[in-house]
């Protein structure tokens, strides 16, 4: 059968992963992007369980280590900035991985990295993006944002949580996509200092606000801010300017202690500013005819999941690998992707917000037990050694093997 010609929207982790598997078979993939350049920014992230497996399967596992950020464990702080309680990064290479992964890597680097690995063999297209499209069962006709229509065989939405590509297909009475977790972030990078070293710090302060420093670089700190808050028009901020969610932020979190004030100040000049709401993507709509959706289009798991990246990987190798076994049969290999990789997404969504919302407390009392809690089980070495024997956050899943796609085996 001729080559496949693939039109892929979105060009950040989860399409260029589809690309560098199906480009290996020889099908012919354009990646559009609606930034006018690669979107190299973003901030930290990790890779766990079968999204290391799949990093190697692609041959991706070394240069990804180049580049992996230096993040020993995570620190529990009070008001003073004194440590009360430490878990380590399990690092040993078994068992799951614990609050730090032992593949922490910022985004950027991570979409450098897979750029680089498919800019020879994809097409990559910048500042555009699909207006609307068409299809029928033998190809799907794209209406571009700048230009004019072309068709493919099959159009992927890897375009993120709020995917355009996503809403294109849902039946007219779908329910919403978006499990609100109650809980909204905003991160943002300031100068780093000397106190800042490779130990996250996390502090808790009263009103469901939790503070979150980390240093990828010997340059840059990134802060995360978090807050509990169940108002269903809070999330309209995160569509207001730059200038207002600023000012929203500091409102809510000035006097909160710790180094907020330093957080603050930096905030006010800082180039990397992202404010969003943490959602899952729930839907049962994957795929519709020649079109299918892919990563945090198709599945987000929020950023409490750590999963979300290899999420990507997983759904990309999954994807790649259904498409290659049923060239023929289009809506066939949609549905053997959906049924094989769905039990794995059931796993890595099983986010439970109370306990979310837990450790994020509403009063000095509730702080101070959980800061109680932790001593006592880092005390006892507890979290180490559940990292050392549990199972990573995906369950029993097991990544399938397609052999026809892999020149790289773990």
């Known amino acids: 059968m001729a080559p496949l010609k693939v039109l892929v929207c979105g060009g950040g982790c989860a399409g260029p992963a589809l690309a560098y598997w199906l480009t290996r078979s020889g099908h012919q993939v354009t990646i559009i992007e609606r930034f006018p350049a690669l979107r190299a920014t973003g901030a930290q992230i990790d890779i766990r369980g079968q999204g290391i497996v799949t990093a190697k399967r692609m041959g991706l596992l070394d240069t990804i280590r180049s580049k992996l950020v230096d993040e020993e464990g995570v620190a529990l702080v009070d008001s003073e900035g004194n440590i009360r309680a430490t878990v380590l990064a399990n690092k040993s290479g078994k068992g799951a991985q614990s609050l730090t992964s032992e593949f ?136 207001a300017s730059v200038e207002q969610q600023k000012d929203f932020w500091t409102q809510r979190f000035r006097g909160a202690g710790w180094e907020t004030d330093r957080f603050l100040e930096g905030m006010k000049t800082t180039n990397n500013w992202y404010c969003q709401e943490a959602v899952q993507v729930q839907t049962e709509t994957w795929h519709k005819g020649r079109v299918v959706l892919l990563g945090d289009a198709a599945h987000c798991p929020s950023p409490f999941s750590g999963m979300g990246t290899t999420a990507s990987l997983v759904g990309a190798y999954v994807l790649a690998g259904e498409i290659d076994r049923n060239l023929e049969n289009l809506p066939q290999a949609f549905k053997n992707y959906d049924k094989t990789l769905r039990p794995f997404i059931h796993e890595v969504q099983n986010v439970k917000p109370a306990l979310l919302k837990l450790g994020m407390p509403e009063t000095w009392w509730g702080i101070a037990i959980l800061r109680f809690i932790f001593e006592i089980l880092c005390f006892l070495r507890i979290p180490e050694l559940m990292s050392m024997f549990a199972k990573e956050r995906d369950g029993d899943w097991k990544l399938p093997d397609y052999s026809e796609l892999e020149a790289f085996k773990e």
């Not at 230009?147 to 009475?173: C, E, H, K, W, Y």
């Not at 302060?205 to 010997?218: A, D, E, F, L, Q």
């Open 104 to 239: 922490e890597i910022m985004r950027g680097d991570l979409v450098r990295i897979l750029y680089d690995a498919t800019k020879d063999n994809v097409k990559y297209i910048f500042d555009t993006s699909v207006d609307h499209f068409e299809q029928d069962e033998q190809k799907v006709t794209v209406y571009f944002s700048n230009g004019p229509s072309q068709t493919f065989d099959l159009l992927v939405g890897a375009d993120g949580q709020g995917s355009r590509i996503r809403q294109a297909i849902m039946p007219p009475n779908a329910p919403d996509p978006y499990r609100r977790l109650g809980i909204h972030i905003a991160y943002w990078f300031i100068p780093r200092i000397e106190s800042d070293n490779n130990i996250r710090r996390t502090y808790q302060s009263p009103g469901g606000r939790m503070i979150m420093r980390r240093s990828h670089n010997p340059a840059e700190t990134q802060v995360y801010f978090f807050l509990r808050d169940d108002a269903l028009e809070f999330s309209s901020i995160h569509k």
